[in-house]
Nanobody
Framework: QVQLIESGGGLVQTGDSVRLSCASS????????MSWFCQDSGQKREFVAG????????YYLESVKGRFTVSRDNAKDMVYLQMNNLKPEDTAVYYC?????????????????WGQGTQVTVSS
């Protein structure tokens, strides 16, 4: 059974950078679309960024374009989210998720494997 494990979150200041990592165990994530979602307390889980499993195309939430970069290393079964120029509104728990196919969707129901999440807190 595939499990996803996120790491790299923490408490940072406005303007700082953080790189989140998502490691797969129990199975490969190659050829699957992989995405990052975030959820702040009391809010719905929201799509942040994704990368397809076939050609590596990337997709972003409008508010993170130019600041966040999603990437993957299929040899290591890893997915990353580089977060630059962080803002207080980026504060949330960030989840890595595996799509049911090679694509990227913005709706959470398209994903069947989720990590436990990693907290990112940006202080002003």
């Amino acid at each position: 059974q595939v499990q996803l494990i996120e790491s790299g979150g923490g408490l940072v200041q406005t303007g700082d950078s953080v790189r989140l990592s998502c490691a797969s165990s129990g199975g490969s994530i190659t050829n699957y679309g992989m995405s990052w979602f975030c959820q702040d307390s009391g809010q719905k889980r929201e799509f942040v960024a994704g990368i397809t499993g076939n050609d590596g195309s990337t997709y972003y939430l409008e508010s993170v374009k130019g600041r966040f970069t999603v990437s993957r290393d299929n040899a290591k079964d890893m997915v990353y989210l580089q977060m630059n120029n962080l803002k207080p509104e980026d504060t949330a728990v960030y989840y890595c998720a595996r799509n049911r196919a090679a694509w990227v969707h913005t709706v959470s129901t398209a994903y069947d494997v989720w990590g436990q999440g990693t907290q990112v807190t940006v202080s002003s």
